[in-house]
């Protein structure tokens, strides 16, 4: 029986994101699919998190300790010298929520070359392991981020291709998911943080550089809706489709018309 869809064209792209997009979807109803979804979840905190610490490291702060809680949720912690601007308190705060944007976006394009998946792979499993060690300081953080850099090993390892490339895409989506499934909480001004009341990001924004809250919020959620479109522009554009060609034996003579 002929395949309903030609391997490698633009429609089996667009099959396998729709796809990964309605597993992502799908996870949360099915049987047992919040256990199945928590390492994904604690991956797109992980992302959140390590965005502001990275960003305030990058800005000269100091990146203390990353905190995930078994909620799934947590925070990063950094101190800001007192010389240092506003607009650098602003940064920390954006990077945050950009992160996940950012990473989700990256991981959809290199969905799109076959020779990066496998090394895509390798480095989320060195990210995570190295931020393990170098900054998570929870019980949540040090069962449960290794698990996930158990699960993408074991694919990078033994997984084929197409299974890379739909790993690779089911993070990206997952990633893009957890940034528009949070607009209430970009929408809010002020959170509780193990019962201690605290800003939200974008409550910090508008308090560091001015302009209410949810104007930041439309800002962030544009800004990723914009790099997750891209991402998928990219991804599927025409000039990366298709099957790759066949390679002859280096025994057979090859002749081209002049």
């Known amino acids: 029986m002929s395949s309903l869809v030609t391997p490698g064209s633009k429609s089996e792209a667009i099959g396998r994101l729709l796809l990964a997009g309605f597993v992502v979807s799908l996870l949360p109803v099915l049987p047992f699919g919040d256990v199945l979804a928590y390492p ?11 965005g502001h610490g990275l960003t305030a490291a990058v800005l000269g702060q100091s990146f203390e300790r990353l905190v995930l809680l ?20 602003a940064a920390i705060s954006v990077g ?8 989700g976006a990256a991981l959809i394009v290199a969905s799109a070359h076959p020779r990066a998946w496998r090394p895509v792979l390798w480095v989320m499993v060195a990210a995570i392991l190295a931020s393990t060690i170098i ?5 949540t953080g040090w069962w449960a981020l290794p698990v996930a850099a158990a699960v993408l090993g074991l694919v990078a390892w033994r997984a084929s291709g197409g299974f890379q490339r739909f790993t690779l895409q089911f993070l990206g989506l997952t ?17 509780m943080i193990e019962g201690q009341p605290q800003l939200s990001d974008t409550g910090a924004i508008a308090a560091a ?24 522009r990219y991804a ?12 002859l034996p280096a025994n057979v003579l ?3 018309r002049r």
Not at 42 to 48: A, E, N, S, V
Not at 236 to 247: M, W
Request: hydrophobic share 50%.
């Open 254 to 256: 090859q002749f081209k």
């Open 40 to 50: 994904f979840l604690i991956l797109t905190t992980w992302f959140h998190e390590m």
């Open 135 to 139: 900054w998570v300081r929870s019980a």
């Open 70 to 89: 078994p909620n799934g949720s947590g925070y990063a912690e950094y101190l800001i010298s007192g010389e240092a601007s506003r607009l650098v308190q």
């Open 175 to 191: 990633a893009a998911w957890s940034v528009f499934g949070a607009w209430r909480y970009f929408l809010t001004e002020q959170i």
């Open 209 to 232: 550089i001015g302009l209410p809250y949810w104007f930041w919020a439309g800002a962030i959620l544009l800004a990723s809706g914009a790099m997750f479109f891209f991402a998928l």
């Open 96 to 103: 945050g929520p950009l992160a996940p944007s950012l990473a």
């Open 236 to 247: 599927l554009a025409d000039k990366r489709r298709g099957p790759p060609s066949r390679k």
